[in-house]
């Protein structure tokens, strides 16, 4: 069914997603890809008609990464009671509501159900497997695999433990998303909001004050970020660009000449609220702009730029 | 000399790069690229074999961007008198030393010097034309046209006009950037750290956060950023990448749902200051992965990186 599936170590063969949603039917959609046979446990009466529609909206991007997704449904099954969903899982990849008491019952009521080998990993982007495994009796392979939207498309996923994960799932975690194209990266704290979400979240807090303020427009914004640091950031990340930023004497040069000025400007940097005013300018502009787009034509725009990137730099 | 000088208003024909360290030198090769005439103002004894030198060093890249650098310097003049370096240029680029007093007597020196149609662009990144042209009689063709490093590659170009520049002088700067294949984008504020660099502040504090704490080490932080968000904001910037967030819905729809949650992170977000323990765990991470690779081998490989990103993005 393709050829990446060789990466994958032989003994994973089955995958179950609890939950498909918009990243449930993603990460099925590169699942199935990656030549695994994948169950869809979700209660909505719908779903299967849902999935294959989902999925197929997905098949261009997942063609022009080099999968071949003909005959895709052959390999897609469909069970709502998830004891019986989870029992021949090798992988787990629950996509469930963000909700504490949900996620707990959710992960207790399957545990016994399990395969001992099986990994059990949560796209949860706010719930800790320390705080979702409380009612398990044992949590050694149960940790987030926290993938940035869409996951068939975008590499990152950030892998984080909890307290009570063992190494020997971090590893193999690392591995099965390595196997099946992803760039998965270790983050060694349970922290709000891992990594990604909370640079974006300071980049994005700044944004909103330059254009509060005044600076300069929505739009203009996004052009600036899109033609100079985006477009770094795709080819080095900040600490690498600020090595090289330093010339020969690399970033103890740089932190020694630019570092005062960059902390003076941290001094400076704004403190913006999502309060009325602000709404209203940000909505105002972005009905002025992008609004004018379709949504649907605005996304394949970004994600086919996405995937000219990904393509240029072999991601 | 190249296939995009057409794109440059025939009645400008000459450039005066005043101040030929990197920045200057860049410029001038990109400008050397659009067929200009360039004349290089620096005080430096050695400035005619270190121009070329440098010229020399950005022209595969400008090669890559489609631009024929054979016989580069027939077009290259030197002149040491600031009063005669000016005097026949239609676009003065100043890259001088960032210092108010200088740059104030330098502008006030050559303005009765200067074609009455020359267009004064500073690349300066911290003095804003207002300040810098104080001892000015006339500052209204004079603005900033601040470059994101290295000019010749990146794009982005911010035009910051004065208080006393004229809105045809704008225009006009708009314009030429745009002919000789930048991405120009106005400013409307003189702000300390104009955009991008406040933007780059903003997700470099976080940046030191997370890997002072542990939270992931420098070398994950840079691949994370490269692997999701970097990548995300090469092709939409965060304004547009979160109106694509709220789905059909839009911005309105992403603010009302993700809105409280993203200002929650705001608040969390953290306060980290360059000192000694700050500054050895950086350096002994940066020691431990990217200096290891010499400097020239790390610059050409971002390089390429960023170059074959442009091109799929036909940037």
Chains 1, 2 share one sequence.
Request: net charge negative; hydrophobic share 40%.
């Amino acid at each position: 069914m393709t050829k990446l599936s060789s990466k994958l170590d032989p003994q994973i063969k089955n995958a179950t997603i609890i939950g498909a949603g918009a990243i449930g039917l993603s990460w099925t959609a590169l699942f199935l890809a990656n030549g695994l046979k994948v169950t869809i446990n979700d209660p909505r009466p719908d779903i299967e008609q849902t999935a294959i529609t989902g999925i197929k909206e997905v098949i261009p991007g997942l063609n022009s990464l080099g999968y071949d997704m003909e005959n895709f449904a052959n390999n897609l099954y469909f069970e709502k009671d998830v004891h019986k969903a989870v029992a021949t899982a090798d992988i787990i990849q629950e996509n469930g509501p963000e909700n504490v008491a949900f996620k707990q019952d959710l992960f207790a009521s399957f545990e016994d159900y399990l395969k001992p080998t099986a990994l059990v990993l949560s796209s949860s982007s706010g719930i800790p497997s320390t705080i979702f495994t409380a009612k398990m009796k044992n949590a050694g392979r149960v940790l987030l695999g926290h993938p940035f939207n869409p996951p068939h498309l975008i590499p990152l996923v950030e892998v984080v433990p909890g307290e009570r994960t063992s190494k020997e799932a971090v590893e193999e975690t690392l591995k099965f998303y390595t196997a099946i194209g992803k760039s998965p990266i270790l983050i060694e704290k349970e922290i709000t909001g891992f990594v990604a979400n909370r640079l974006q979240a300071a980049l994005f807090r700044e944004s909103v004050y330059l254009v509060s303020t005044g600076v300069v427009s929505m739009e203009n914004l996004d052009k600036i970020v899109s033609s100079s640091i985006g477009l770094r950031w795709a080819a080095a990340g900040p600490f690498k660009t600020f090595t090289l930023g330093g010339g020969p004497g690399g970033l103890p040069h740089f932190l020694q000449h630019l570092g005062p000025g960059l902390e003076s400007l941290w001094k400076i940097l704004g403190d913006p609220h999502f309060d009325q005013p602000t709404v209203d300018l940000l909505i105002k502009q972005v009905n002025e702009s992008y609004a004018k787009t379709p949504y649907e034509e605005l996304t394949k725009e970004r994600d086919e730029q996405q995937l000219a990137i990904m393509k240029s730099l072999n991601k």
